[in-house]
């Protein structure tokens, strides 16, 4: 079984995130076509629910108007 990703505080505001965080730069069409909606929500997930990501690195340049992200993160429960 895979051990969680482990948490460290961020900043003085008693926020806590994963060490390692999801580069999502890749997902959009920044360097090749975009793969399914499907497959990139399927990838979210897993680094979320069975890696225990929860820092994801996104940006509105990265594809903007495309929320894969956002959607994964409300399904998940995620804030």
């Known amino acids: 079984m895979l051990q969680p990703v482990p948490q460290t505080k961020l900043g003085s505001q008693g926020l806590e995130v994963s060490r390692l965080g999801l580069g999502c730069m890749g997902m959009s069409s920044f360097y090749r076509p975009t ?3 499907e ?3 399927e ?3 897993y680094a979320m629910e069975q890696l225990g990501v ?5 940006s509105d340049t990265y594809g903007p108007f495309t929320n894969e992200v956002l959607k994964t993160v409300k399904d998940v429960g995620m804030k």
């Open 35 to 37: 793969r399914p909606e």
């Open 39 to 41: 497959e990139i929500v």
């Open 43 to 45: 990838l979210i997930r």
């Open 54 to 58: 929860t820092l994801l690195d996104t």
